[in-house]
């Protein structure tokens, strides 16, 4: 049986895999419009936005067991996930201010006023003073509204009930969709069925959490494989309905525990791999700053060498972004030090 006491580093590989799926599907979207006839390219216009399925399935799964009765109060965790989301994303959102200044072509797509900056800062729902989609002033932000709603209604379970916290939420999330008013407030994200996919990851985390599943684990390379290839062949036609997206995400988180075992982080490649997947979240949020930046001075038509030499500079840049933002801003020990007073003084006020 498994638990979060066991590393999962495929899962850190697998959140490496999704934010750098996500930058190149942006970046065909940027430079290309999408359009291209290179196979790669291709891939990643049709492909690279189910990142942030794997995203969504992924948070669930790390959820549902930060959420145990045994392991966490209401507060703890709400201060917990802010501490892990606000600081990072506040500081990538004044820097799209700072860019949109001095970089307007690379970030015509997004702008503010002041009302829309408060509502980007606290993860509410709106439309962007851009007119080109409804989303936060750090455009990427949008999923992060979903992340927030999603902690909050777990928080607010936990309050309810720490013995029956997941299922309470379980239940909540299932049925805000179905109920949620349409074109009202919040329906963006409490009535869109992408909140199914954290209740996908919470079933993942069941699954391998029951007796049924020892059985499974004694012959896991086969069960990953068959997983693995069910999400694959899922993720092909996961522009045909919801649920395909799901189920592939889910079925690919799944074959990501499943192959846990075989990954041993003091491989080099591996090592690698996984410190990607620590930095994830940064190369998720810093790289729309990227690629509006090169966009402003190369966005007109550059030849195939230039434009793979400037892809893969694009690339060292973001990875090297990504370490440092990783360790001065989610790693800064003065934010660690308040975040840990903040949890003492809860507890002391129980």
Known sequence: MSSMTERYH????????????????????????????????????????????????????????????????????????????????????????????????????????????????????????????????????????????????????????????RILCFLIVAALPLVWPKNTFFSAVLGNTLLYEFLAGFSVAYLISTQFFKIIFKAR?????????????????FHVHDIFRLLAASFIVLSAVLFNRYIHEKNIFASFLIKLGDYSYSTYLAHTIILGIVYHFFHETLSSTQETILLIAMTMALLMISKVSYDLIEQNRHLIRLKNILLGRFALAE
């Open 221 to 237: 390379l086969i069960a990953a494989l068959v997983t693995g290839f069910a999400g694959l062949v899922l993720w092909k036609y």
């Open 10 to 165: 495929t899962l850190q590989i697998l959140r490496a895999f999704a934010a750098w799926m996500v930058f190149y599907y942006h970046f065909m979207m940027q430079f290309h419009q999408f359009q291209t006839d290179n196979i790669l390219g291709y891939a990643f216009s049709e492909y690279g936005e189910f990142g942030v399925d794997i995203f969504f399935v992924l948070s669930g799964f790390v959820m549902y067991f930060s959420a145990s009765p045994n392991n966490t109060k209401s507060y703890s965790f709400f201060i917990k996930r802010v501490f892990r989301v606000v600081p990072t994303y506040w500081f990538y959102t004044f820097m799209v201010i700072f860019c949109l200044a001095l970089f307007p072509i690379g970030f015509s797509y997004t702008d503010y006023t002041a009302k829309s900056l408060v509502l980007s800062l606290f993860f509410i729902p709106h439309d962007n003073p851009s007119g080109w989609m409804p989303s936060p002033l750090l455009t990427v932000g949008w999923t992060l509204n979903f992340e927030m709603a999603f902690y909050t209604i777990l928080s607010i379970s936990l309050a309810i009930s720490r013995k029956h916290a």
